[in-house]
Nanobody, 125 residues
Framework: HVQLVESGGGSVPAGGSLRLSCVAS?????????MAWFRQIPGEEREAVAT????????YYADSVKGRFTVSRDNYRKALFLNMNTLKPEDSAMYYC??????????????????WGQGTQVTVS
């Protein structure tokens, strides 16, 4: 079992920046995993924002965030990050950290991710 805990959300004006963090804890030893950031607005589907393979070499970004968001990870600290720049009001959502086992990332849809954090709210006004 993997527990994911997000932090770093908040309220910022349009054009501002935020850095989200996610720390993973496991009952067993470290194992390879794909990690991802999703976001969700009430009443809408949870959508993938970015994913990153276990070695950090392969990344996926949703078209809506390309060039503004950067995903990274620190496997030693079991941490995942999302640097968000030039934020827009439409980026407002609950942001979730997610992961599934393996060196590579599956198609970035909710059903493919086994572990989820509780979410951190991002509000852009």
């Amino acid at each position: 079992h993997v527990q994911l805990v997000e932090s770093g959300g908040g309220s910022v004006p349009a054009g501002g920046s935020l850095r989200l963090s996610c720390v993973a804890s496991t009952a067993s030893g470290p194992s390879a995993s794909c990690m991802a950031w999703f976001r969700q607005i009430p009443g809408e589907e949870r959508e993938a924002v970015a994913t990153i393979t276990n070695d950090g070499a392969e990344k996926y970004y949703a078209d809506s965030v390309k060039g503004r968001f950067t995903v990274s990870r620190d496997n030693y600290r079991k941490a995942l990050f999302l640097n968000m720049n030039t934020l827009k009001p439409e980026d407002s959502a609950m942001y979730y950290c997610a992961a599934h086992p393996g060196d590579w990332c599956y198609t970035p849809v909710r059903a493919n991710f086994r572990w989820w954090g509780q979410g951190t709210q991002v509000t852009v006004s």
